[in-house]
């Protein structure tokens, strides 16, 4: 079966060749933000561990089914209880890694939120890792490696999911999983930082898919693109209440890029021109109210940001 991450294409290509080469870690950490896909990747390592066939994993045999639905007998995803990860829990999962596996040629223990280990736990688990009981596999999985105790961190494999913005592949996986075009998906993506889960998950939101466009605008006005920002705005000619969203969206996009010249951060825009727009949009936001022609809104945005 196809790797299932989308877009990491460097861990898809690390992770394929230890797979293929039945050099699968024991110990594996996947980090990243809720969204990005760490479960997914872990289910498809799980499976990948205990699949028989050939191509491991095949994703159609009965292993790679049961591991899919959360029900191989050798396979457990730890879970916190409550808001933690328990030193009981661990406990019990260290019993269980020692015992004989029941159906398949070893064992696989997801430890998802890993990083709700308290260290009590964490130094249960250490002594797992230490000595690891062959043929097993942990996968834990954390929002940062960081929150983990050094002293565990180093004895896994780390990969580190990143968002995904402009990888061509990426963006038409994420149009066929939320049922939107290319340019709808790019700016889905635009609009959650590069949250694939999240992309996915507010195909449907409006204000999540108008904050996309006014980013988008916003670096068309970086490259001081005039027409690209028109395009943009094109659709939406007819609909009066949506371009006082866009305006709203883009004047918000502009503080948070005020908000980080302040900070000293990189932006691609000069604190006066920032200043500019965001005034001569509220100006336009003011127009708008007289019930101008749209198409002239448009120009004198695209005239303000382009300038
Ligand atoms: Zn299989």
Redesign the pocket.
């Given at each position: 079966?196809q790797m299932p991450l989308i877009g990491n294409l460097r861990i898809c290509n690390m992770l394929s060749s230890m797979i293929k080469n039945h050099r699968i870690p024991h110990a594996i950490l996947i980090e990243g933000e809720e969204g990005l896909g760490k479960k997914t990747l872990a289910q498809f390592i799980a499976?990948a561990c205990?699949?028989?066939?050939e191509n491991?994993?095949?994703?159609?045999?009965?292993?790679?089914?049961l591991v899919e639905v959360g029900s191989h007998p050798d396979f457990q995803i730890i879970q916190p209880d409550g808001s933690q990860i328990k030193v009981d829990q661990i406990r019990n999962l260290r019993v269980e890694a020692f015992l004989t596996p029941m159906a398949a040629r070893g064992r696989v223990f997801i430890i998802s939120d890993a990083h709700t280990m308290n260290e009590a736990a964490q130094n249960a688990f250490l002594k797992v890792l230490e000595e690891p009981p062959k043929g097993v596999t942990f996968i834990l999985l954390a929002k940062s490696a960081r929150l983990l105790l050094e002293t565990v961190r180093s004895r896994c494999v780390t990969f580190t999911l990143s968002p995904v913005f402009f990888e061509d592949d990426a963006i038409n996986k994420v149009a066929a999983l939320a049922g939107v075009t290319y340019s709808e998906a790019q700016t889905l993506l635009i609009a959650t930082d590069g949250n694939i889960g999240r992309a996915i998950n507010s195909a449907n939101s409006e204000t999540v898919f108008l904050s996309g466009i006014a980013v988008k605008i916003l670096s068309l006005a970086a490259a001081k693109d005039r027409l690209g920002i028109l395009r943009c705005l094109q659709p939406y000619v007819k609909d009066r209440a949506k371009v006082a969203e866009i305006i709203f969206e883009l004047k918000s996009a502009l503080a948070k890029e005020i908000k980080k010249k302040a900070m000293k951060e990189l932006s691609s825009f000069t604190a006066e021109k920032l200043n500019f727009c965001y005034s001569e949009l509220t100006n336009i936001q003011n127009k708008l109210e007289f019930n101008p022609s749209i198409p002239l809104i448009f120009c004198c945005i695209a005239a303000v940001l382009a300038a």
């Open positions: 079966m499976k205990l699949c028989t066939n491991s994993p095949c994703g159609e045999c009965k292993t790679c089914h």
